[in-house]
């Protein structure tokens, strides 16, 4: 056997040294600087403000789209309620989803950048901006607009209807006043 490795051997050289110095140079700027904001990162990421904001954005956006135009036959209507909780629930849904995703990029993005890899800046609130509509909205905002065609519509042949019966000179309705049609055949033969 041979003899062991002498303390010259082993020992780092001047460039080693300087490598090293460099390194922790380089460890404390990052620990003073940086630190602090990964710190502020994490517990922000174990926070439910996203998720706060995220639920708060998809109830006012719901309720904005289901609420525009509302008449008093609208607050009556039984179905409306049911069409505007599943257009809820599903922005609800959405919005918990993205939360989620938010805080697991947070997360991640704290642990990569403690390991020194990049993180990923995206706060997660640009992401509510994109907030996708659900299904069950745009199906309540449709019944709400073909609802309001629908009055609309009624709204028109009842006036030609009242027009014509009160002997108008409407030369539209001249010819169909008074043969046993409904209103709607009044109102269609009308043009209306």
């Known amino acids: 056997m041979g003899s062991?490795?002498?303390?010259?051997?082993?020992?780092?050289?001047?460039?080693?040294?300087?490598?090293?110095?460099?390194?922790?140079?380089?460890?404390?700027?990052?620990?003073q600087k940086y630190d602090p904001l990964l710190q502020n990162?994490?517990?922000q990421s174990f926070s439910d403000d996203n998720r706060r904001q995220l639920r708060s954005r998809a109830n006012a956006d719901t309720m904005q789209a289901l609420t525009k135009g509302t008449t008093f036959a609208?607050?009556?209507?039984?179905?409306?309620?049911?069409?505007?909780?599943?257009?809820?629930?599903?922005?609800?849904?959405i919005a918990e989803k993205s939360a989620g995703k938010i805080k697991n990029?947070?997360?991640?993005?704290?642990?990569?950048?403690?390991?020194?890899?990049?993180?990923?800046?995206?706060?997660?609130?640009?992401q509510a901006?994109?907030?996708?509509?659900s299904d069950a909205l745009n199906r309540a905002k449709n019944n709400n607009l073909v609802r309001g065609a629908k009055m609309k519509a009624i709204g028109k042949m009842a006036k030609a209807t009242a027009t014509?019966?009160?002997?108008?000179?409407?030369?539209k309705l001249?010819?169909?006043i008074g043969d046993g049609l409904t209103a709607l055949?009044?109102?269609?033969?009308a043009g209306y």
């Open 4 to 31: 062991k490795p002498k303390k010259s051997d082993y020992q780092a050289s001047e460039a080693e040294k300087a490598s090293a110095g460099v390194a922790k140079a380089e460890r404390d700027y990052f620990k």
């Open 41 to 43: 990162m994490r517990d």
């Open 185 to 189: 055949d009044y109102a269609q033969r």
């Open 174 to 176: 001249a010819g169909v």
């Open 74 to 93: 609208d607050t009556q209507a039984t179905e409306r309620s049911g069409l505007a909780a599943n257009a809820l629930t599903g922005q609800m849904g």
């Open 164 to 171: 014509g019966y009160a002997g108008t000179s409407d030369s």
């Open 105 to 126: 990029t947070m997360q991640t993005g704290v642990l990569g950048t403690a390991r020194g890899q990049a993180a990923d800046a995206q706060s997660g609130m640009a």
């Open 129 to 133: 901006s994109r907030l996708a509509t």
